[in-house]
Protein backbone atom coordinates (compact mmCIF):
# COMPACT_ATOMS: atom_id res chain seq x y z
CA UNK A 1 0.00 0.00 0.00
CA UNK A 2 3.16 2.37 0.36
CA UNK A 3 3.24 2.96 -3.56
CA UNK A 4 0.41 4.31 -3.73
CA UNK A 5 0.26 6.67 -0.86
CA UNK A 6 3.53 7.78 -2.35
CA UNK A 7 1.93 8.52 -5.66
CA UNK A 8 -1.34 10.05 -4.51
CA UNK A 9 -3.55 7.55 -5.92
CA UNK A 10 -5.25 6.95 -2.24
CA UNK A 11 -8.85 8.46 -2.99
CA UNK A 12 -9.74 8.64 1.00
CA UNK A 13 -7.82 11.05 3.00
CA UNK A 14 -8.46 8.85 6.31
CA UNK A 15 -6.69 6.00 4.77
CA UNK A 16 -4.11 7.96 3.48
CA UNK A 17 -3.58 9.31 7.45
CA UNK A 18 -3.49 5.83 8.61
CA UNK A 19 -1.23 4.76 6.10
CA UNK A 20 1.11 7.27 6.43
CA UNK A 21 0.95 6.88 10.56
CA UNK A 22 1.74 3.23 9.82
CA UNK A 23 4.78 3.31 7.90
CA UNK A 24 5.92 5.97 10.32
CA UNK A 25 5.30 3.53 13.02
CA UNK A 26 7.70 0.83 11.01
CA UNK A 27 10.18 3.34 10.65
CA UNK A 28 10.36 4.28 14.56
CA UNK A 29 10.61 0.81 15.18
CA UNK A 30 13.73 0.35 13.01
CA UNK A 31 15.18 2.47 15.56
CA UNK A 32 17.53 4.34 13.09
CA UNK A 33 19.52 7.29 14.03
CA UNK A 34 17.23 10.71 13.09
CA UNK A 35 20.13 12.74 11.78
CA UNK A 36 20.92 9.54 9.49
CA UNK A 37 17.07 9.00 8.51
CA UNK A 38 17.13 12.88 8.18
CA UNK A 39 20.00 13.64 6.02
CA UNK A 40 19.05 10.39 3.56
CA UNK A 41 15.47 11.80 3.15
CA UNK A 42 16.95 14.92 1.90
CA UNK A 43 19.67 13.69 -0.36
CA UNK A 44 17.19 11.63 -1.94
CA UNK A 45 14.30 14.42 -2.25
CA UNK A 46 17.10 16.85 -3.67
CA UNK A 47 17.57 14.55 -6.89
CA UNK A 48 14.22 15.72 -7.96
CA UNK A 49 11.05 12.74 -8.36
CA UNK A 50 11.70 9.83 -6.61
CA UNK A 51 9.89 5.98 -6.99
CA UNK A 52 8.29 4.78 -4.02
CA UNK A 53 11.09 1.89 -4.27
CA UNK A 54 13.40 4.96 -3.80
CA UNK A 55 11.78 5.87 -0.72
CA UNK A 56 11.15 2.52 0.88
CA UNK A 57 15.65 2.18 0.42
CA UNK A 58 16.03 5.34 1.95
CA UNK A 59 13.70 4.57 4.90
CA UNK A 60 14.98 0.86 5.31
CA UNK A 61 18.11 0.50 4.03
CA UNK A 62 20.25 -3.11 4.23
CA UNK A 63 22.35 -3.61 7.92
CA UNK A 64 25.69 -3.07 7.11
CA UNK A 65 28.69 -4.45 9.40
CA UNK A 66 30.45 -1.49 12.14
CA UNK A 67 33.00 -1.55 14.45
CA UNK A 68 32.07 0.45 17.13
CA UNK A 69 34.44 1.68 20.09
CA UNK A 70 33.08 3.40 23.41
CA UNK A 71 34.84 4.24 26.81
CA UNK A 72 33.75 2.83 30.45
CA UNK A 73 35.01 4.92 33.37
CA UNK A 74 36.05 3.10 36.35
CA UNK A 75 37.73 0.75 35.46
CA UNK A 76 41.53 -0.92 32.99
CA UNK A 77 39.87 -4.07 32.01
CA UNK A 78 36.43 -5.97 31.99
CA UNK A 79 37.71 -9.55 32.46
CA UNK A 80 35.61 -11.85 30.55
CA UNK A 81 33.53 -9.40 28.13
CA UNK A 82 34.17 -11.48 25.44
CA UNK A 83 31.54 -14.08 26.97
CA UNK A 84 28.98 -11.40 27.50
CA UNK A 85 29.67 -9.75 23.80
CA UNK A 86 31.59 -12.18 21.33
CA UNK A 87 33.95 -10.60 19.49
CA UNK A 88 34.87 -7.72 21.79
CA UNK A 89 37.76 -6.10 22.14
CA UNK A 90 39.09 -3.77 24.86
CA UNK A 91 41.81 -1.70 25.50
CA UNK A 92 42.92 -0.27 29.48
CA UNK A 93 43.74 3.73 29.62
CA UNK A 94 45.01 5.96 32.63
CA UNK A 95 45.76 9.18 33.47
CA UNK A 96 49.45 10.23 32.23
CA UNK A 97 49.94 7.06 29.69
CA UNK A 98 52.15 7.03 27.14
CA UNK A 99 50.99 7.08 23.48
CA UNK A 100 52.87 4.38 22.13
CA UNK A 101 51.00 1.90 25.24
CA UNK A 102 47.62 2.97 22.88
CA UNK A 103 46.58 0.31 20.45
CA UNK A 104 48.76 1.77 16.85
CA UNK A 105 45.45 2.19 14.60
CA UNK A 106 44.72 5.58 13.70
CA UNK A 107 41.19 5.59 14.52
CA UNK A 108 41.37 4.27 17.90
CA UNK A 109 44.34 6.83 18.65
CA UNK A 110 42.49 9.86 17.73
CA UNK A 111 39.28 8.64 19.67
CA UNK A 112 41.33 8.42 22.91
CA UNK A 113 42.26 11.89 22.07
CA UNK A 114 38.36 12.89 21.50
CA UNK A 115 37.07 11.10 24.91
CA UNK A 116 39.61 13.66 25.98
CA UNK A 117 42.26 13.43 29.92
CA UNK A 118 41.49 10.91 32.16
CA UNK A 119 41.60 11.57 35.73
CA UNK A 120 41.94 7.61 36.68
CA UNK A 121 41.30 4.84 34.93
CA UNK A 122 39.34 3.82 31.70
CA UNK A 123 38.99 1.26 29.27
CA UNK A 124 37.79 1.14 25.89
CA UNK A 125 35.74 -1.70 24.42
CA UNK A 126 35.41 -2.00 20.56
CA UNK A 127 31.93 -4.53 19.37
CA UNK A 128 31.06 -5.16 15.86
CA UNK A 129 27.24 -4.38 15.08
CA UNK A 130 24.75 -4.97 12.43
CA UNK A 131 23.36 -1.09 11.42
CA UNK A 132 22.03 0.59 8.82
CA UNK A 133 24.63 3.79 9.93
CA UNK A 134 26.56 4.50 12.49
CA UNK A 135 24.58 6.53 14.32
CA UNK A 136 22.00 3.77 14.56
CA UNK A 137 24.98 1.22 15.33
CA UNK A 138 26.52 3.80 18.12
CA UNK A 139 22.65 3.54 19.75
CA UNK A 140 22.57 -0.20 19.72
CA UNK A 141 26.20 -0.93 20.96
CA UNK A 142 25.82 1.31 23.87
CA UNK A 143 22.44 -0.65 24.87
CA UNK A 144 24.46 -3.73 24.79
CA UNK A 145 27.46 -2.76 26.58
CA UNK A 146 25.58 -1.09 29.13
CA UNK A 147 23.45 -4.27 29.82
CA UNK A 148 26.71 -6.69 30.32
CA UNK A 149 28.32 -3.90 32.32
CA UNK A 150 25.26 -4.86 34.62
CA UNK A 151 27.30 -8.34 35.35
CA UNK A 152 30.19 -5.95 36.69
CA UNK A 153 28.25 -3.73 38.92
CA UNK A 154 26.75 -6.98 40.45
CA UNK A 155 30.17 -8.86 40.53
CA UNK A 156 31.53 -5.81 42.48
CA UNK A 157 29.77 -3.45 44.17
CA UNK A 158 32.71 -1.20 45.38
CA UNK A 159 33.51 0.18 42.07
CA UNK A 160 31.07 2.59 39.85
CA UNK A 161 31.41 2.19 36.07
CA UNK A 162 29.79 4.78 33.74
CA UNK A 163 29.69 4.61 30.18
CA UNK A 164 30.76 8.10 28.44
CA UNK A 165 28.69 9.38 26.51
CA UNK A 166 31.36 9.52 23.35
CA UNK A 167 31.70 7.07 20.79
CA UNK A 168 33.53 6.31 17.65
CA UNK A 169 32.26 3.78 14.63
CA UNK A 170 34.15 2.63 11.87
CA UNK A 171 32.39 1.96 8.44
CA UNK A 172 32.33 -0.64 6.04
CA UNK A 173 33.58 2.18 3.92
CA UNK A 174 36.53 3.12 5.99
CA UNK A 175 34.87 6.25 7.09
CA UNK A 176 35.44 6.94 10.42
CA UNK A 177 32.68 8.90 12.53
CA UNK A 178 32.99 9.79 16.43
CA UNK A 179 30.26 11.69 18.36
CA UNK A 180 28.70 12.26 21.23
CA UNK A 181 25.02 11.75 22.84
CA UNK A 182 23.01 14.44 22.17
CA UNK A 183 20.51 15.50 24.58
CA UNK A 184 17.58 17.78 23.52
CA UNK A 185 17.46 21.43 24.97
CA UNK A 186 16.60 24.72 24.57
CA UNK A 187 18.12 28.29 24.90
CA UNK A 188 15.00 29.23 28.11
CA UNK A 189 13.18 26.02 30.23
CA UNK A 190 10.01 27.06 31.34
CA UNK A 191 8.53 24.64 34.53
CA UNK A 192 4.94 22.62 34.40
CA UNK A 193 3.23 25.63 36.24
CA UNK A 194 4.09 28.79 38.16
CA UNK A 195 3.73 27.07 41.60
CA UNK A 196 4.79 23.91 42.79
CA UNK A 197 1.74 21.59 42.83
CA UNK A 198 1.75 19.26 46.00
CA UNK A 199 -0.51 16.88 44.25
CA UNK A 200 1.94 16.27 41.17
CA UNK A 201 5.54 16.08 42.92
CA UNK A 202 5.68 12.85 42.97
CA UNK A 203 4.75 12.05 39.26
CA UNK A 204 7.16 14.91 38.31
CA UNK A 205 9.67 13.23 39.71
CA UNK A 206 9.22 9.76 38.64
CA UNK A 207 8.83 10.79 34.96
CA UNK A 208 11.90 13.23 35.27
CA UNK A 209 13.74 9.70 36.75
CA UNK A 210 12.34 7.78 33.24
CA UNK A 211 13.54 9.94 31.10
CA UNK A 212 17.24 9.54 32.25
CA UNK A 213 17.31 5.74 32.49
CA UNK A 214 19.05 3.61 30.24
CA UNK A 215 16.91 0.81 30.25
CA UNK A 216 14.16 1.14 27.76
CA UNK A 217 11.57 -1.80 30.04
CA UNK A 218 12.69 0.46 33.43
CA UNK A 219 11.33 3.60 32.13
CA UNK A 220 8.31 2.11 31.16
CA UNK A 221 7.99 1.06 34.09
CA UNK A 222 8.70 4.12 35.85
CA UNK A 223 6.64 5.83 33.60
CA UNK A 224 3.35 3.91 34.88
CA UNK A 225 4.60 4.25 38.43
CA UNK A 226 4.18 8.43 37.58
CA UNK A 227 1.10 7.41 36.62
CA UNK A 228 0.14 5.30 39.39
CA UNK A 229 0.99 8.48 41.87
CA UNK A 230 -1.72 10.56 40.38
CA UNK A 231 -4.07 7.85 41.66
CA UNK A 232 -4.48 5.72 38.28
CA UNK A 233 -5.28 2.32 38.89
CA UNK A 234 -5.02 -0.83 36.40
CA UNK A 235 -8.78 -1.73 35.77
CA UNK A 236 -9.44 2.53 35.31
CA UNK A 237 -7.26 3.02 32.40
CA UNK A 238 -10.54 3.72 29.93
CA UNK A 239 -10.66 6.78 31.92
CA UNK A 240 -7.26 8.35 31.42
CA UNK A 241 -7.32 6.90 28.01
CA UNK A 242 -10.16 8.89 26.94
CA UNK A 243 -9.09 11.82 28.86
CA UNK A 244 -5.98 11.82 26.52
CA UNK A 245 -7.95 11.67 23.61
CA UNK A 246 -9.38 15.13 24.13
CA UNK A 247 -6.41 16.46 24.75
CA UNK A 248 -4.59 15.13 21.88
CA UNK A 249 -7.27 17.15 19.51
CA UNK A 250 -6.04 20.55 21.20
CA UNK A 251 -2.39 19.20 20.51
CA UNK A 252 -3.11 17.97 16.79
CA UNK A 253 -5.05 21.28 16.02
CA UNK A 254 -2.12 23.31 17.38
CA UNK A 255 0.46 21.67 15.18
CA UNK A 256 -1.23 22.19 12.02
CA UNK A 257 -0.94 25.79 12.99
CA UNK A 258 2.63 25.40 13.67
CA UNK A 259 3.39 23.36 10.74
CA UNK A 260 1.71 25.95 8.62
CA UNK A 261 3.80 28.98 9.87
CA UNK A 262 6.95 26.53 9.86
CA UNK A 263 6.18 25.06 5.89
CA UNK A 264 5.73 29.29 5.11
CA UNK A 265 9.09 29.83 6.58
CA UNK A 266 10.86 27.18 4.71
CA UNK A 267 9.49 28.60 1.32
CA UNK A 268 11.47 31.64 2.35
CA UNK A 269 14.33 30.17 3.21
CA UNK A 270 14.63 27.81 0.23
CA UNK A 271 14.40 30.74 -2.21
CA UNK A 272 16.63 32.65 -0.23
CA UNK A 273 18.84 29.45 -0.93
CA UNK A 274 18.18 29.22 -4.25
CA UNK A 275 18.80 33.39 -5.05
CA UNK A 276 22.37 32.91 -2.92
CA UNK A 277 23.36 29.88 -5.25
CA UNK A 278 22.62 31.94 -8.55
CA UNK A 279 24.71 34.52 -7.06
CA UNK A 280 27.83 32.26 -6.64
CA UNK A 281 27.23 30.98 -9.78
CA UNK A 282 27.11 34.31 -11.43
CA UNK A 283 30.29 35.39 -9.42
CA UNK A 284 32.26 32.12 -10.71
CA UNK A 285 31.51 33.09 -14.44
CA UNK A 286 32.23 36.74 -13.78
CA UNK A 287 35.62 35.88 -12.40
CA UNK A 288 36.52 33.25 -15.14
CA UNK A 289 35.43 35.42 -17.71
CA UNK A 290 37.56 38.24 -15.78
CA UNK A 291 41.06 36.34 -16.00
CA UNK A 292 40.62 34.50 -19.31
CA UNK A 293 39.87 38.49 -20.74
CA UNK A 294 43.77 39.29 -19.07
CA UNK A 295 45.28 36.33 -21.24
CA UNK A 296 46.20 36.56 -25.13
CA UNK A 297 45.93 32.40 -25.39
CA UNK A 298 43.29 31.17 -28.12
CA UNK A 299 42.36 28.59 -25.39
CA UNK A 300 41.71 31.67 -22.89
CA UNK A 301 40.13 33.67 -25.51
CA UNK A 302 37.39 30.80 -26.50
CA UNK A 303 37.19 30.32 -22.98
CA UNK A 304 36.17 33.79 -22.33
CA UNK A 305 33.23 33.77 -24.95
CA UNK A 306 31.96 30.59 -23.30
CA UNK A 307 32.13 32.24 -19.58
CA UNK A 308 30.27 35.71 -21.09
CA UNK A 309 27.49 33.46 -22.26
CA UNK A 310 27.59 31.54 -19.11
CA UNK A 311 27.67 34.32 -16.88
CA UNK A 312 24.82 36.00 -18.75
CA UNK A 313 22.41 32.71 -18.65
CA UNK A 314 23.37 32.92 -14.77
CA UNK A 315 22.50 36.63 -14.06
CA UNK A 316 19.27 35.74 -16.54
CA UNK A 317 18.75 32.85 -14.11
CA UNK A 318 19.10 35.02 -10.89
CA UNK A 319 17.03 38.41 -12.00
CA UNK A 320 14.11 35.38 -12.14
CA UNK A 321 14.63 34.08 -9.02
CA UNK A 322 15.13 37.57 -7.15
CA UNK A 323 11.37 38.26 -8.80
CA UNK A 324 10.05 34.77 -8.09
CA UNK A 325 11.59 35.62 -4.10
CA UNK A 326 10.06 39.19 -3.82
CA UNK A 327 6.39 38.11 -5.03
CA UNK A 328 6.65 35.32 -3.04
CA UNK A 329 8.25 37.24 -0.28
CA UNK A 330 5.29 40.11 -0.23
CA UNK A 331 2.82 37.11 -0.56
CA UNK A 332 3.89 35.19 2.69
CA UNK A 333 4.13 38.13 4.59
CA UNK A 334 0.95 39.80 3.85
CA UNK A 335 -0.76 36.10 4.23
CA UNK A 336 1.09 35.35 7.93
CA UNK A 337 0.36 39.29 9.30
CA UNK A 338 -3.38 38.51 7.99
CA UNK A 339 -3.30 34.89 9.80
CA UNK A 340 -1.45 36.85 12.60
CA UNK A 341 -4.11 39.37 12.98
CA UNK A 342 -6.88 36.43 14.17
CA UNK A 343 -4.84 34.21 15.57
CA UNK A 344 -2.37 35.37 18.06
CA UNK A 345 1.17 33.85 19.48
CA UNK A 346 2.64 34.60 22.29
CA UNK A 347 6.60 33.51 23.51
CA UNK A 348 9.52 32.51 21.74
CA UNK A 349 7.77 29.23 20.70
CA UNK A 350 4.72 30.25 19.34
CA UNK A 351 2.18 28.99 21.56
CA UNK A 352 -1.21 29.68 20.44
CA UNK A 353 -2.78 32.71 22.84
CA UNK A 354 -6.17 30.81 21.81
CA UNK A 355 -6.45 27.34 19.96
CA UNK A 356 -10.58 28.32 19.80
CA UNK A 357 -9.02 31.50 17.11
CA UNK A 358 -7.13 28.65 14.78
CA UNK A 359 -10.86 26.35 14.74
CA UNK A 360 -12.39 29.23 14.17
CA UNK A 361 -9.73 29.37 10.72
CA UNK A 362 -10.52 25.91 10.18
CA UNK A 363 -14.15 25.47 10.40
CA UNK A 364 -16.12 26.60 7.38
CA UNK A 365 -17.47 29.81 7.22
CA UNK A 366 -20.51 30.92 8.53
CA UNK A 367 -22.78 34.26 7.48
CA UNK A 368 -21.67 36.80 8.98
CA UNK A 369 -18.40 36.69 9.66
CA UNK A 370 -15.65 39.62 10.55
CA UNK A 371 -13.35 40.39 7.91
CA UNK A 372 -10.66 39.72 9.91
CA UNK A 373 -11.45 36.41 10.29
CA UNK A 374 -12.43 36.08 6.53
CA UNK A 375 -9.31 37.01 5.84
CA UNK A 376 -7.27 35.19 8.13
CA UNK A 377 -9.24 32.10 6.08
CA UNK A 378 -8.01 33.52 2.85
CA UNK A 379 -4.53 33.84 3.97
CA UNK A 380 -4.08 30.46 5.59
CA UNK A 381 -5.10 28.95 2.56
CA UNK A 382 -2.95 30.83 0.37
CA UNK A 383 -0.48 29.91 2.34
CA UNK A 384 -0.97 25.63 2.38
CA UNK A 385 -1.60 26.10 -1.51
CA UNK A 386 2.11 28.26 -1.67
CA UNK A 387 4.06 25.80 0.48
CA UNK A 388 2.17 22.12 -0.65
CA UNK A 389 3.64 19.44 1.08
CA UNK A 390 2.71 18.55 4.62
CA UNK A 391 1.25 21.82 5.51
CA UNK A 392 -1.62 22.06 2.92
CA UNK A 393 -2.41 17.96 3.11
CA UNK A 394 -2.60 18.57 6.74
CA UNK A 395 -4.90 21.59 6.68
CA UNK A 396 -7.34 20.18 4.12
CA UNK A 397 -7.35 17.03 6.82
CA UNK A 398 -8.73 19.14 9.09
CA UNK A 399 -10.68 21.22 7.32
CA UNK A 400 -12.60 17.93 6.07
CA UNK A 401 -12.81 16.73 9.68
CA UNK A 402 -13.96 19.82 11.12
CA UNK A 403 -16.74 20.09 7.91
CA UNK A 404 -18.08 16.40 8.77
CA UNK A 405 -18.82 16.10 12.92
CA UNK A 406 -19.31 12.66 12.59
CA UNK A 407 -16.15 12.04 11.14
CA UNK A 408 -14.09 13.74 14.14
CA UNK A 409 -16.50 11.56 16.47
CA UNK A 410 -14.99 8.56 14.91
CA UNK A 411 -11.35 9.74 15.04
CA UNK A 412 -11.89 10.85 18.57
CA UNK A 413 -12.89 6.95 19.04
CA UNK A 414 -9.81 5.65 17.38
CA UNK A 415 -7.41 7.69 19.61
CA UNK A 416 -9.15 7.00 22.46
CA UNK A 417 -8.78 3.32 21.66
CA UNK A 418 -5.07 3.57 20.93
CA UNK A 419 -4.57 5.40 24.22
CA UNK A 420 -6.45 2.74 25.82
CA UNK A 421 -3.97 0.09 24.32
CA UNK A 422 -0.44 1.76 25.17
CA UNK A 423 -1.72 1.82 28.52
CA UNK A 424 -2.62 -2.02 28.79
CA UNK A 425 0.74 -2.47 27.31
CA UNK A 426 2.55 -0.08 29.71
CA UNK A 427 0.92 -1.83 32.90
CA UNK A 428 1.62 -5.68 31.69
CA UNK A 429 5.30 -3.82 30.83
CA UNK A 430 4.98 -2.60 34.49
CA UNK A 431 4.38 -6.17 35.69
CA UNK A 432 7.26 -7.64 33.51
CA UNK A 433 10.04 -5.10 34.86
CA UNK A 434 8.90 -5.51 38.56
CA UNK A 435 7.75 -9.31 39.16
CA UNK A 436 9.68 -11.49 36.35
CA UNK A 437 12.40 -9.28 36.11
CA UNK A 438 12.45 -8.76 32.33
CA UNK A 439 14.35 -5.88 31.07
CA UNK A 440 14.29 -6.03 27.37
CA UNK A 441 11.28 -6.83 24.81
CA UNK A 442 10.04 -6.58 21.28
CA UNK A 443 9.62 -2.46 20.60
CA UNK A 444 10.62 -2.04 23.92
CA UNK A 445 12.26 1.33 23.06
CA UNK A 446 9.19 2.49 21.26
CA UNK A 447 7.08 1.44 24.20
CA UNK A 448 8.93 3.77 26.35
CA UNK A 449 8.77 6.73 24.36
CA UNK A 450 4.80 5.99 24.04
CA UNK A 451 5.14 6.07 27.95
CA UNK A 452 6.57 9.17 28.32
CA UNK A 453 4.20 10.43 25.81
CA UNK A 454 0.98 9.67 28.00
CA UNK A 455 2.88 11.06 30.78
CA UNK A 456 3.88 14.15 29.56
CA UNK A 457 0.04 14.27 28.26
CA UNK A 458 -1.72 13.80 31.36
CA UNK A 459 0.99 16.24 33.65
CA UNK A 460 -0.02 18.75 30.83
CA UNK A 461 -3.74 19.03 31.47
CA UNK A 462 -3.90 18.03 35.01
CA UNK A 463 -1.46 20.98 35.49
CA UNK A 464 -3.95 23.35 33.54
CA UNK A 465 -6.85 22.01 35.38
CA UNK A 466 -5.54 22.82 38.74
CA UNK A 467 -3.60 25.94 37.86
CA UNK A 468 -7.32 27.24 36.64
CA UNK A 469 -8.73 25.78 40.35
CA UNK A 470 -5.79 27.76 41.71
CA UNK A 471 -6.60 30.99 40.36
CA UNK A 472 -10.13 31.15 41.58
CA UNK A 473 -9.03 29.98 44.95
CA UNK A 474 -10.94 26.61 44.40
CA UNK A 475 -10.30 23.44 46.16
CA UNK A 476 -7.87 21.05 43.77
CA UNK A 477 -9.61 18.27 42.26
CA UNK A 478 -7.84 14.93 42.34
CA UNK A 479 -6.12 13.82 39.73
CA UNK A 480 -8.39 10.26 39.23
CA UNK A 481 -11.72 12.55 39.59
CA UNK A 482 -10.39 14.72 36.70
CA UNK A 483 -9.64 11.35 34.48
CA UNK A 484 -12.85 10.19 35.12
CA UNK A 485 -15.06 13.91 34.42
CA UNK A 486 -12.90 13.99 31.08
CA UNK A 487 -13.27 10.83 29.88
CA UNK A 488 -17.39 11.39 30.16
CA UNK A 489 -17.25 14.30 28.67
CA UNK A 490 -15.44 12.81 25.82
CA UNK A 491 -18.62 9.99 25.67
CA UNK A 492 -20.26 13.35 25.72
CA UNK A 493 -18.28 15.67 22.68
CA UNK A 494 -18.85 12.59 20.74
CA UNK A 495 -22.48 12.32 21.51
CA UNK A 496 -23.08 15.79 20.78
CA UNK A 497 -21.36 15.70 17.22
CA UNK A 498 -23.35 12.46 16.06
CA UNK A 499 -26.65 13.80 16.47
CA UNK A 500 -28.33 15.49 13.29
CA UNK A 501 -27.68 18.48 12.41
CA UNK A 502 -24.80 19.25 14.63
CA UNK A 503 -21.80 21.15 13.58
CA UNK A 504 -18.09 21.16 15.00
CA UNK A 505 -18.69 25.64 15.37
CA UNK A 506 -20.44 24.74 18.77
CA UNK A 507 -17.30 22.86 20.17
CA UNK A 508 -14.72 25.12 21.85
CA UNK A 509 -11.18 23.66 22.55
CA UNK A 510 -10.22 26.03 24.88
CA UNK A 511 -11.63 24.68 27.80
CA UNK A 512 -12.19 21.11 25.84
CA UNK A 513 -9.81 19.88 29.03
CA UNK A 514 -10.21 22.52 31.67
CA UNK A 515 -12.31 22.62 34.85
CA UNK A 516 -15.20 24.70 33.08
CA UNK A 517 -18.26 23.67 31.56
CA UNK A 518 -18.30 25.39 28.61
CA UNK A 519 -16.84 23.16 25.86
CA UNK A 520 -19.89 23.34 24.15
CA UNK A 521 -22.28 25.73 23.21
CA UNK A 522 -24.85 24.93 20.48
CA UNK A 523 -25.86 27.46 18.03
CA UNK A 524 -22.36 29.07 18.78
CA UNK A 525 -21.72 32.05 16.14
CA UNK A 526 -17.92 32.15 15.46
CA UNK A 527 -15.65 34.89 14.46
CA UNK A 528 -18.49 37.60 14.02
CA UNK A 529 -17.75 41.34 14.25
Known amino acids: MGEPLWTGAVSDRYL????????????????????????????????GAVSADAVKSALWPPNRSHRVTLAVHGTRELRGLATFLPGSQQWGLWGGQEEDKLPTRAPIRKFVRFVGPLEGSAVLVSIRIEAADPGTAARIARRELSEALDHYAAGDRLIDLQLAPTWSVESPSDRHAMGTVRSPGRRTAYPL???????????????????????????AALSWSALETTGLAANKVERLARACALQTLRRHLASTHAVLR????????????????????LKKHETAAHFCAQSDSLNAQAALNTHVELAATARARLERVEMDLQVTETAITSDMAALGAYVTTEGSKEHLKSVDAWLDVLLPAQSGISSCLQAAKDAATDLATRCEGLAAETLSLWRSRLAAPKDLANWLEIQAGTYRSVLEWLYATRNMVIHKGHFTAPSDELTAFAARGVVDMALEFLSNWHTVERARSGRETPAAEVYQRLGDRLTDVITELRRPGAACHSLRVDYLTGPDSTWWITGYLRGTP
Open 262 to 281: SAARARLDHQRHAVEMEKVQ
Open 193 to 219: TGYMPDSLRAAMRAANLARHVDAPMAS
Open 16 to 47: AEQMAAEIGLLVALEGRDTTALYTDLVNLISC
